[in-house]
């Protein structure tokens, strides 16, 4: 069994907390990482899988179960994709930005703007990674999984995942337990073969962050680099020179709200209806026109629209760079979502400003802000 020294958390997360686990484990193969998970849910341990750490939040005090490090690594090109595109499987211990860089160096589109995310592959469908309007949800086929009430490995579809806004059936979210408890083992995607050369830029979403007009055309090269640009100066590439990337990315998610709350907000907070907005089309038979049409019906007042949660932070009265007195956690100086540890943070006080920050927000606004990192062993 790979069984290592225990590694403080603080030292394997982004977030840079925890300290060491009572017990450890790393699997560098496919088969490693099935039998220490089998090993560990025999044995009934509380576990949890780490990949890249950056989208964990961890206690102060000892994790009191196993930790498993996934360290698998590798891409394969499987047979059997469809005329004009490549099915890919990738170990779930792979870096997620090796990958979109070797997919873009293939001419591969269909993850290009997910540039500069940090973590592992095995992680993005847990939550759906995304960013500048694509998901992993777009180009996922299936995952290989391994069940813990079974400990059976299956091949599951991406349908079955409950793919949803940074969500999934195997997501642990703040104050419940997964629909699945399981752990990836590979994800298979299928991107499109479009070259080197200049396509046209797909979602307005990805065009305004790069300053594109509609139909614009670049090559998936040029969007990788602007994109990693743009997430630079968020402070959402990890450099170790840089504070303001000690974090967990977005440490809160846009808030998935009814349209009719959504109306009760300022005008100036940004919004994204989370359906398409289709103007209605009325048929009326001709035998049956006498020169009048009917009013459009109301539109449904429960139709789900995204908000800023960064613009509510803001707005809250506080500003990028905010910390609490004699507090070593802060606001990012670049980007209001991220809570950072400016060196030496402790988990409490990361806490504490995540609480101050979300008793703002409902105070001034009446929306509890929900995090999205995975919390272990913390509490908001």
């Not at 995090?371 to 908001?380: G, K, Q, R, T, Y």
Request: charged letters at 20%; proline letters at 7%; aromatic letters at 6%.
């Amino acid at each position: 069994m790979p069984e290592i020294t225990p590694v403080p958390l603080a030292e394997l997360t982004t977030l840079r907390t925890g300290a060491a686990p009572r017990r450890m484990l790393e699997a560098t193969t496919r088969e490693e990482l099935i039998d220490a998970l089998r090993e560990v849910w025999a044995d009934g341990d509380e576990w949890f899988v780490l990949g890249g750490g950056s989208n964990l939040f961890v206690g102060d005090e000892p994790f009191d179960g196993t930790v498993i490090r996934i360290r698998t690594r590798g891409i394969e090109r499987l047979e059997g994709a469809r005329a004009g595109t490549t099915l890919l499987r990738v170990q779930a211990g792979h870096d997620w930005d090796d990958l979109v860089a070797q997919s873009v160096a293939a001419g591969l589109a269909g993850i290009e703007a997910m540039s500069g995310i940090p973590g592992t592959v095995g992680a993005a469908p847990v939550q759906n990674v995304g960013a500048y309007g694509q998901e992993i949800a777009q180009t996922l086929v299936e995952v290989e999984l391994i069940d813990e009430a079974t400990g059976e490995v299956s091949v599951v579809p991406a349908s079955d995942l409950g793919l949803g806004f940074r969500t999934s059936v195997l997501k642990h979210h703040y104050g419940s337990v997964p629909a699945r408890r399981a752990a990836i083992l590979s994800v298979t995607l299928e991107l499109t073969q479009v070259g080197h050369g200049e396509v046209p830029v797909q979602g307005d979403q990805l065009r305004r962050a790069l300053g594109l007009e509609p139909g614009a055309a670049v090559s998936l090269a040029w969007i990788r680099e602007h994109v990693l640009a743009t997430r630079r100066g968020k402070g959402m590439v990890l450099d170790e020179d840089d504070h303001d990337t000690w974090s967990a990315g977005s440490f809160f998610q846009n808030a998935i709200v009814p349209a009719s709350f959504a109306g009760t907000l300022p005008e100036a907070c940004p919004r994204w209806p989370m359906e398409p907005d289709v103007e209605p089309v009325t048929v009326i038979p001709l035998e049956r026109y006498d020169w009048l049409v009917p009013q459009p019906a109301t539109p449904s007042r429960q139709a789900e629209v995204k908000v800023s949660a960064a613009w509510l932070i803001e707005h809250a009265g506080i500003p990028k760079g905010f910390s609490l007195p004699r507090s070593r956690a802060a606001v990012s100086t670049k980007h209001a979502l991220a809570l950072t540890n400016r060196g030496g943070a402790t988990a409490a006080e990361l806490a504490e400003l995540a609480r101050f920050i979300q008793q703002r927000v409902h105070q001034d606004f009446g929306l509890l802000l929900q995090p999205e990192p995975v919390l272990i062993d913390v509490d908001l």
